[in-house]
């Protein structure tokens, strides 16, 4: 097995020497100055030593490291700050930030921090400068082996220019046993995590280890809603020479047993009309470009057959300790999606010798190379450029290759993707089309990127679409509210009030300091608030998913990085703060409620200044989903189209002004 970290970054977590009682303390100002100040400290305090992965931030030293571990919870830290901010959050306002010790339980600081005060400590208050003082303690103690052992981040990040960044101690109280984590956030360092992002803030220069997937609960998907059985209603389009029969249940479509067991296990009973159709298909060793709304099953209905077919025909797995040559290869746009469909791959494979893999940027290169050379992966599932990352170091090569997926594949083949799809589908060693399946799969197929598509696809491929290509789901009841911009603020927190409980709302924004804005704002009005930007560390990405599944967040605030393939249990609303630039983000994103048969509501706040353009497309979309149409909407859209601009679909905010910083843009969001 490959033991050694690709790239300089990585030895810090690979050094098994720990640094006992060293605290290193940088202090850098993320303005142009480039100033920077390290300060390194030296504990001389052997009760560290059990639980060195606690770590903490400060501007200015007042603070001391109690004299035992124990004493130092027992000792509590409170902010002084925090009775006014009123932050469940993990978001929290005004930078002061001093804290001192009090005799204060434990509990009492978790509950007025929030869980998540030492992962996501920032300041957006706007007028601290100079006054950073706070510090990050940055491990919570762990109650049950009296270590610290969370993982959070130590950071310490104060908007108005100073972040504090740590040097996490490595020891035994650690994260799955690796040592600390570094933060850098100077605007100076590259970070080396292989995902393709040149320089960027808040990025670990130590990248991050993801737990393992868990266990059936954590990954336990929707249950079926009152309306599933609408779906067979849907009309079913196929087109192709020749198409397989569909099947009308998992078990007359042959599936082998333990998958079978697999389905019952998650209790997966009647299968979605994507399903019925798609399983054949791919047993079949058909090539399929498959459309079907949003939330209907899509990703069993490609893993299933592919998972039968590995088991039905295996061949030996090739790799070795420098490359691996997986058998499937998954791509997908967002970090959380991989980890979702591979999830899924988990769950259905189980009680066979199948092997997963899995890359996705933001996290360890090391981690996830000595993951997948340990014992070779069948399905490998992969953001594109963490993939192609491994592929450049001939990590990954394709030789084996049986089947090549893209999920949300009118996204990969779009701008910013398709690039790194086409280096993957032309490197030298992947079959070419006629020798591997391709399957690719989607709610969205606009025609010109089903055009693109055929080209990666035997010309005897099938096409699969249940009910309208590109439709919304008629379960999401769709609201479109029309909110100039100063009043959208008021307007959504009115919105949440009305709720009768706002548990399970998305709320997506177009900016990602928008959402940060959004989400503090909601913080401090007591509505505990998460959220998922592009800019926010993956830990910190995937800690906001949790704190929503596990209901210890209310509402998440979102970029388009959460608008695709996110399937989270208990979603009753969504909120289009900002709308989208197109009628298809739109669709993926009030598909997130609404899911497999249930019920959701999605709100859309169109501000005429800035979604005209919109309004032909959105009237489509509300009338075949049955939706009610405002009259108001209606006049925008005939204005619209008697405006000879109209037409220019994904253009339609070139009159916003926006600078290149503030705009989540696509690569950076979906990466
Ligand atoms: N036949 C089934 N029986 C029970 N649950 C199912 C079935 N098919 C899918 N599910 C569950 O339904 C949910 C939605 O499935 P999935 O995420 O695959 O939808 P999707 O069509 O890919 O949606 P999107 O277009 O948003 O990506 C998941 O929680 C999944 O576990």
């Given at each position: 097995m490959e033991q050694n970290p690709i790239g300089s970054s990585e030895s810090n977590e690979n050094?098994?020497?720990?640094?006992?009682n060293e605290w290193s303390y940088k202090c850098q100002?993320?303005?142009?100055?480039?100033f920077e100040q390290t300060l390194v400290e030296t504990f001389n305090?052997?009760?560290i030593n059990d639980n060195s992965n606690a770590g903490r931030h400060e501007?200015?030293?007042?603070?001391t490291i109690s004299e035992n571990t124990q004493n130092l919870w027992n000792n509590q830290y409170e902010s002084k700050d925090n009775q006014d901010n009123k932050?469940?959050?993990g978001y929290r306002r005004g930078?002061?930030?001093?804290f001192n010790k009090t005799n204060h339980s434990r509990s009492s600081i978790e509950k007025s921090w929030g869980h998540d005060f030492s992962n996501n400590f920032q300041?957006?208050?706007?007028?601290?400068r100079g006054r950073g003082r706070g510090r990050n303690f940055t491990k919570k103690f762990n109650?049950?082996?009296?270590s610290f052992g969370d993982e959070s981040n130590n950071s310490f990040n104060n908007q108005n220019g100073i972040t504090a960044t740590g040097y996490r101690g490595r020891g035994r109280g650690g994260h799955r046993g690796r040592g600390g984590r570094f933060r850098e956030n100077s605007g100076g360092f590259y970070d080396n995590?292989?995902?393709?992002?040149?320089?960027?803030?808040?990025?670990?220069?130590?990248p991050y280890i993801p737990p393992d997937i868990e266990n059936e609960e954590s990954i336990a998907g929707i249950e079926a809603g009152l309306?599933?059985?609408?779906?067979?209603t849907i009309e079913v389009k196929v087109s192709g020479t020749d198409p397989p029969k569909s099947v009308t249940s998992f078990h007359s479509s042959g599936l082998q047993e333990v998958l079978l067991e697999n389905l019952s296990l998650n209790k997966f009973s009647t299968s979605t009309p994507i399903q019925n159709y798609s399983i054949p298909i791919v047993i079949a060793g058909r090539d399929l470009m498959a459309s079907a709304q949003t939330g209907s099953g899509k990703t069993a209905a490609f893993v299933l057959p592919i998972l039968h077919n590995l088991l039905e025909n295996p061949t030996s797995l090739v790799y070795d300790e420098n490359h691996c040559e997986p058998q499937v290869v998954i791509m997908a746009p967002t970090r959380e999606l991989v980890v979702q469909i591979c999830e899924c791959v988990w769950k259905f494979s189980k009680g066979t010798d199948i092997r997963n893999g899995l890359l996705y940027g933001g996290t360890s290169v090391g981690h996830q190379k000595s993951k997948i050379l340990q014992?070779?992966?069948?399905i490998l599932t992969a953001t594109p450029g963490r993939l192609n990352d491994f592929v450049e170091k001939g990590i990954v090569t394709f030789s084996s290759i049986k089947y090549f997926v893209l999920d949300e594949a009118d996204r990969m083949l779009q701008m910013g993707f398709k690039q790194d799809i086409e280096r993957v589908l032309k490197h030298p060693t992947m079959p070419p089309n006629n020798k591997r399946q391709t399957l690719m799969f989607s709610a969205t197929f606009a025609s010109d990127i089903q055009y693109m598509a055929?080209?990666?696809?035997?010309?005897?491929y099938i096409f699969v679409a249940?009910?309208?290509?590109?439709g919304a789901c008629k379960d999401v009841v769709q609201t479109i509210l029309q909110v100039g911009k100063f009043k959208k603020k008021e307007t959504l927190l009115n919105l949440l009030k009305e709720?009768?409980?706002?548990?399970g709302t998305i709320v997506f924004v177009e900016l990602k300091r928008t959402a940060d804005y959004t989400a503090a704002y909601l913080s401090e009005m007591d509505f505990p608030t998460t959220s998922i930007h592009g800019d926010r560390e993956q830990p910190e990405r995937e800690q906001a998913l949790n704190d929503l599944k596990k209901k210890k967040m209310k509402v998440l605030v979102a970029t388009a990085?959460?608008?695709?393939?996110l399937d989270i249990k208990g979603i009753n609303h969504v909120v289009n703060f900002d709308l989208p630039k197109t009628i298809d983000e739109y669709v993926h994103r009030i598909g997130r409620?609404?899911?497999?048969g249930n019920a959701g509501k999605a709100i859309s706040f169109f501000d005429p200044e800035v979604d005209g353009q919109l309004a032909p497309e959105l009237i489509r979309i509300l009338s075949n989903a049955e939706q009610e149409i405002p009259s108001w909407l209606n006049d925008a859209a005939a204005h619209m189209c008697a405006?000879?601009?109209?037409?220019?679909?994904?253009?339609?905010?070139?009159n916003v002004e926006v600078t290149s910083e503030m705009v989540a843009t696509e690569e950076e969001e979906c990466w």
């Open positions: 050094n098994q020497s720990p640094t006992i100002t993320t303005n142009n100055d480039n305090d052997s009760s501007g200015h030293s007042d603070f932050d469940n959050s930078g002061r930030g001093v300041s957006n208050s706007g007028n601290t109650e049950e082996n009296n995590d292989g995902d393709g992002l040149k320089i960027k803030e808040n990025k670990h220069s130590v309306n599933f059985d609408k779906y067979e014992r070779g992966v069948h055929k080209s990666y696809l035997k010309p005897d249940v009910g309208e290509i590109g709720m009768d409980d706002c548990q990085v959460a608008a695709r393939g409620t609404g899911r497999l405006t000879p601009a109209f037409g220019d679909f994904n253009d339609i905010r070139t």
